[in-house]
C-alpha cells in the first residue's frame, strides 16, 4: 500500500487503484483506421452501397468528411452498445444480423489493425504506473471497450505488464458498464482488496459515479479526455492528467 498525493489531498493506505483506459491512459487517435475497418469490413459483408459507409462511420463516431473523431460522439460508449447500434442500422435496411456476427466482425478487425502504428499513450503515464508497481499498488484497468482489444492496446503501448487485472465490457461479462458499482466491485472480489482503500482514475463522470457507488474511497478526474471540469460533477478531486498524481 502507499500514500497518494493528488493536488492537495493525500490520501493514505491505497491497495488499488482503478484507471480508464481511453482518455485516461491513451488517447483516442487509435481508433480512426479501427471505424474505418469496421466499415469497410461490414460493406463487404453485407453487400452495402458505398453511402452506407458514411452512415455507419457517423454511427461509430467518425466524421466521414474529415476522418476526424466526433468530439462528444458515440466512440465514448460501449463497445458492445455499438455493436446493437450497428445491428439495428442493418435492420432498417432489411438486414437480419445478430450481436454475435457483429461482434464476430469488429473481433476480427482488432486482429487485422496494428496497433503499435497508432496507440498513443498520454505523457507521464508510465512513469506513474511504475510507480504504483514500486509501492506494491494493485493496478486496475476497467474500460468499456473489449476485453481483448483492450488488452492488445495495452500491450501495443507497453503497459499490459503494469496491470493486475483487465477488464472490459463482453458480451457476456458478468458485471453491468459503469456508472453501476459492479467492474470495481468485481475486481475487488478477484484482487483480495477491500473497496474502500480504493481510487478510480478518470475522464468521464461514469468513472466517478462508478467509484462513488462501488465505496472507492476517492474518485479523481482527469482532463486528457473527453470531459471539461464542469462535466466531472462527481469527482473528488480534479487534475489535468494522471502526471499530475504523486505516489510515496
Not at 476526424?68 to 463497445?79: F, L, M, T, V, Y
Not at 442500422?89 to 437480419?96: A, D, F, P, V
Not at 453491468?176 to 484482487?191: F, N, T
Request: charge should be negative; charged fraction near 30%; proline fraction near 3%.
Amino acid at each position: 500500500m502507499a500514500d497518494v498525493w493528488c493536488a492537495d489531498t493525500q490520501l493514505k493506505d491505497i491497495e488499488l487503484v482503478c484507471f480508464d483506459k481511453d482518455g485516461t491512459l491513451l488517447t483516442l487517435a487509435m481508433y480512426i483506421p479501427v471505424m474505418e475497418k469496421r466499415a469497410e469490413l461490414l460493406l463487404e459483408k453485407y453487400h452495402l452501397k458505398d453511402e452506407n459507409k458514411n452512415d455507419i462511420l457517423e454511427l461509430m463516431g467518425l466524421n466521414p468528411e474529415t476522418h476526424e473523431i466526433i468530439s462528444g460522439g458515440p466512440i465514448h460508449i460501449e463497445r458492445i452498445e455499438i455493436i446493437n447500434r450497428t445491428r439495428e442500422y442493418l435492420r432498417k435496411l432489411s438486414i437480419n444480423s445478430t450481436v454475435e456476427e457483429i461482434a464476430e466482425i469488429f473481433d476480427e478487425v482488432d486482429s487485422l489493425v496494428d496497433f503499435t502504428q497508432n496507440v498513443e499513450t498520454i505523457g507521464g503515464v508510465n512513469r506513474v504506473l511504475q510507480e504504483f508497481k514500486k509501492a506494491k499498488v494493485k493496478t486496475l484497468l476497467v474500460t468499456h471497450d473489449g476485453t481483448d482489444p483492450a488488452q492488445k492496446q495495452l500491450m501495443s503501448a507497453g503497459l499490459f505488464h503494469q496491470f493486475d487485472l483487465v477488464l472490459g465490457l463482453d458480451i457476456n461479462s458478468p458485471y453491468h458498464a459503469k456508472p453501476a458499482p459492479d467492474m470495481l466491485q468485481y475486481a475487488c472480489k478477484i484482487l483480495t482488496v477491500d473497496v474502500t482503500k480504493s481510487i478510480v482514475i478518470g475522464d468521464d463522470d461514469r468513472d466517478m459515479l462508478m467509484g462513488k457507488n462501488a465505496g472507492a474511497l476517492c474518485c479523481i478526474g482527469v482532463l486528457t479526455g473527453r470531459s471539461e471540469e464542469k462535466d466531472l460533477k462527481n469527482a473528488d478531486v480534479i487534475v489535468n492528467s494522471v502526471a499530475d498524481i504523486k505516489i510515496s
